[in-house]
């Protein structure tokens, strides 16, 4: 089972590192542009690639930034339970977030299919394949949808969920984290 465990973190640190990969590639590629720029130059192209890599820093890291306690969550209702209840709770918001999720990783694979099957190019200054940036919504959509059955599975064996081992102890520690 730690196999396992370990095998899963090291796919959500993946997409974690991969989106953050993303977001270097948007700060390289401004910053050539504004540099080139003054020389009279530019990089072709860069706003296509600019694109691309805000979509694969929005998806490929939600599974590390869930399973790291990061996503904004309401608890208006859960927060207030305890015992049975709020993992009766957090067993229905676990399982419906997934399947959402699992749908929309499936939607996701399909219009990727799609744009390979009907030879779908960018509409920008390069010519790419649609289908290789949107590797990365389906990559990132589907980690998300494994992190979400992964907690929901570990709430489903009695255990606690990854985001609330995140959470503060006390209303003083989650005052002193909002500073």
Known sequence: MRGL????????LAGG??????????GVLVLGQVTLRQLGMIIPGSDDLTAFSVAA?????LAYAFRSGAHIRVDLIIGRTRGATRRGMEIV???LAAA???LFAFAS???MSDSWEFEEVA???LAVPIWIPQIAMVVGSALFALALVDDLVVVLAGGTPS????EPASAVEKAMQEL
């Open 17 to 26: 590192i991969a989106g953050a990969v993303a977001i270097v590639t948007i």
């Open 123 to 125: 509409q920008g200054l």
């Open 93 to 95: 918001a676990l399982g």
């Open 100 to 102: 959402m999720a699992a």
């Open 109 to 111: 694979f399909d219009t």
């Open 57 to 61: 820093s929005a998806m490929l890291p």
């Open 163 to 166: 985001y609330r081992r995140h």
């Open 5 to 12: 465990r370990r095998g899963l973190d090291a796919l959500y």
